[in-house]
């Protein structure tokens, strides 16, 4: 029996193309005693994983060239030779993409997740909602009356950042790429404003929206969108930076200039911090509960964009840097049974 | 009785000028019910007074064109008509620029600095060792074994801040501007490694002085020299932001452009925050307790430069941008009596 996997087949220089992806027929494994098959329900596509498809330094492994992308994987149990496994179990984990793959199930966790599609365990409640909860709750902080700024607002991350700062009370501004995603965050999600910054003058836009300054300024796109920010920062402002998309398609030898920050840091005494999900491990349990719970109770929206089949991967990959999807971007490979 | 006080005449358009400034000569005052006559013995010159004579918002007002400078100031009671101060007794406070004021008293403190000279007062047990301090070890918090990198490493401020680092363990390199620098860091002081970045490479340079990264950048004047030190930047390094000499002169229009922070800090989840002592004012007793025990005993050494005469305020205010200060700038007005 065959089935394919998505290779890396050669590091990008810049904006990846198809040349950076190849697709490679392999046999399905059998599972051996102790490891289970699985088969590829969903695929998450994350901005992340252009950073490991270069040779560089980072907090993950690069990929390797000739090896499969790896990534996020909602996968349901076709065959178990597992105790603690059984077939028809749906797991999630980071794993390579391929449609179907063997595993000793150490790198998997079970899908819990009520009564909603086990691809939430890649959305709202997997890496994206955990990011924006620990970006917003644990270094942004938001207070009631405090005026938040989202970018990336009807992201994937973005349009739960921002749900979360409502919620304690703070007037929260969405920077977004289009009309539809501007409609998206103020009516669906409930942002206070949204603003369009292909409109142009940005900065006089958001001086508009944020006529009190901002507190909170919930990083996830970088260049000259947060360069434009960066003079309404309020006296100790809180600036979690979670990603700059704007950056990571940069040619070998470029730099991401633009504004820099010390300025800014000074006059309002401002604070900036990066993070991954992985630095908050320890308070994983509190936000899952947090999130499980606002779902439940419909206090909390998402949307997702879906591609079908496997082959989608890398257009849904490179849509993420075009601002395509409304909420978070997945590949959905194939129905569980 | 004449006397003259220093005037802001007109707001710089970049680099401060002869025309900056104006000496005005004026009477001196009487000091009336609960009020008390000063004599101004030590004056300070830094460099965030440069963004209190342009005219924007910061965290402090801006200077008043015609009026007075106002700054850090040591001074000696000449005549009191209030209790709590006889005439003799050394104060400090935050006061003109003149030779002599009466004040109410609201705005000064008793200078107690053991057996040091009161111009101590302005130097390492002032505002400058108290920046030191609460950046180091509130903010940047090194540890033992961390390699801690001190911009402006020779100046009012890096002085103290390294041997703070080398004080709980830690690898201390020094980034300053001359060979006598550089001697007196390492030395006077104890630090590591002095780099010295007219040498020119100096990503070359830190690479070399950092085999095993940075964890705390003490980031004391932004610009190129620091754009070379993000690559190093370890996991969760932490960039207290005590100044940015660099950028404090751009004219009108023109910003402060170079590296972006955010990739970097996203790679490094490191944490970068802007800060002025006052923020810590909870914590000011512990400081001076703190850097007085440690002068006294010999732990903590620092250097003083000392222009001679109320007319040389100006030279000594635009020497801090040429980096001509080994350690905190002063100007002695006159002897104490």
């Known amino acids: 029996m065959k089935q394919e996997q998505l290779i890396l087949q050669k590091r990008p220089n810049g904006m990846p193309t198809k040349e950076t992806f190849q697709f490679r027929e392999i046999e399905i494994p059998e599972p051996k005693d102790e490891e289970i098959l699985l088969k590829t329900l969903y ?6 994983m252009r950073g490991r498809m ?7 492994e690069p990929f390797q060239v000739g090896e499969p992308l790896t990534g996020g994987v909602v996968a349901q149990v076709i065959k178990s030779n597992h105790d603690h496994f059984k077939k028809g179990d749906i797991v999630r984990g980071n794993l390579p993409f391929q449609e179907y793959q063997v595993t000793n199930t ?5 899908v819990e997740t009520g009564g909603l599609s086990p691809r939430t365990a890649l959305s709202v409640l997997g890496m994206p909602g955990l990011t924006a909860y620990f970006g917003m709750m644990h270094i942004g902080e ?7 700024v989202v970018s990336g607002a009807a992201g994937a991350v973005g349009q739960i950042a921002g749900q979360l700062a409502k919620k304690v009370g703070a007037r929260v501004i969405g920077i977004v790429g289009s ?9 669906t999600l409930g942002y206070d404003v949204a603003v369009e910054y292909k ?6 836009q958001l001086k508009e929206a944020c006529p009190n300054g901002i507190d909170v300024y919930y990083e996830n796109v970088g260049g000259n969108i947060s360069d434009a920010v960066w003079p309404l920062l309020n006296t100790f402002a809180r600036v979690p930076v979670c990603g700059a998309i704007s950056s990571y398609n940069l040619k070998e030898g470029e730099a ?9 840091l000074i006059k309002a005494r401002a604070k900036m911090q990066g993070f991954i999900v992985g630095d908050f491990a320890d308070h994983f349990h509190e936000a899952y509960a947090f999130l499980s719970e606002a779902v439940a109770n419909g206090d909390l929206k998402f949307e997702e964009t879906i591609k079908e089949g496997f082959h989608s991967i890398p257009e849904a ?21």
């Open 199 to 204: 409109k142009g003058n940005l900065a006089g």
């Open 317 to 337: 990959f490179l849509g993420l840097f075009s601002g395509e999807n409304i909420g978070k971007q997945l590949v959905k490979v194939v129905d569980g049974e």
């Open 43 to 48: 695929v998450s596509v994350d901005p992340y």
């Open 256 to 264: 991401d200039i633009g504004l820099r920050m010390q300025p800014f």
């Open 54 to 60: 270069s040779d560089g330094p980072s907090y993950v």
């Open 142 to 148: 938001p207070k009631e009356g405090e005026t938040v």
């Open 106 to 110: 150490t790198q998997i966790s079970k």
């Open 179 to 187: 009309k539809e995603k501007a409609a998206y965050i103020t009516e």
